[in-house]
């Protein structure tokens, strides 16, 4: 597609209930990022994938959280056992590659509610 | 994790005014970004820096790379209603593939 596409724009859960958060990546961009970001803050980086692989998951806050990628496009990002603390935007980008300086290119979010 | 300090956290200015924000780290830093986030959008790239003391601009913007590679700026002349929002320095780490954001800086402009 055009650009990176993120589904659902909005979600409102439950405490207790797990999610699952979805990522179209731009077409051939091999590398997929996942940020948080909570109201009037900054991007908070959470994981990133070169492929299907995850080199980096160091900014994930709990086992709770876990994301995966197959055939080197579509990501999910799941939540288990949501939290109120959850509630943020969760962004999603894509780059050419994973390297250092390629430019990032950002969906909408997924807007995170939970009650 | 790193931080990068960005500031002012908000500007209000007048229409027509020039804006200036700054982004500084205490690690040094191989690439930095700026980004402009709407309402309800993902940011939007505006600037990519790539070498110490590189001065770039895209139409009323201009940043630089610092030169001791901790520090960017980002400028905009002229302002207008539609440069209202949250712009974000970003940058990477020498050796690392992760963005790091500041907090980013509001923009509000009275007409």
């Known amino acids: 597609g055009a650009g990176v596409s993120q589904s659902p724009s909005n979600k409102v859960t439950e405490k207790g209930k797990d999610v699952e958060l979805r990522c179209d990546p731009i077409?051939?961009?091999?590398?997929l990022y996942w940020y948080r970001q909570s109201l009037g803050q900054g991007l908070e980086f959470l994981i990133y994938f070169q492929g299907n692989s995850a080199p980096d998951k160091s900014g994930l806050p709990s086992d709770r959280f876990s994301a995966e990628r197959t055939g080197g496009s579509v990501s999910t990002l799941t939540i288990q056992r949501t939290q109120q603390e959850d509630s943020a935007v969760y962004l999603c980008a894509s780059s050419l590659v994973a390297q250092e300086g390629s430019p990032l290119h950002f969906g909408n979010g997924t807007r995170l509610t939970v009650t | 994790g790193q931080q990068l300090n960005q500031s002012p956290q908000s500007m209000f200015i007048q229409e027509g005014e020039d804006v200036s924000m700054n982004c500084t780290s205490s690690?040094?830093?191989?690439?930095w970004l700026w980004y402009k986030q709407d309402p309800g959008e993902g940011p939007v790239l505006l600037i990519a820096?790539?070498?110490?003391?590189e001065l770039t601009s895209n139409g009323r913007l201009t940043a630089q790379f610092g030169i001791t590679r901790k520090d960017s700026f980002l400028n905009i002349s002229a302002s207008i209603p539609s440069d209202v929002g949250i712009y974000f320095c970003a940058g990477v780490e020498k050796g690392a593939q992760k963005l790091v954001f500041g907090q980013g800086t509001r923009l509000t402009i009275n007409p």
């Open positions: 820096l790539y070498k110490a003391g």
């Open positions: 690690s040094i830093f191989n690439t």
């Open positions: 077409s051939g961009h091999t590398a």
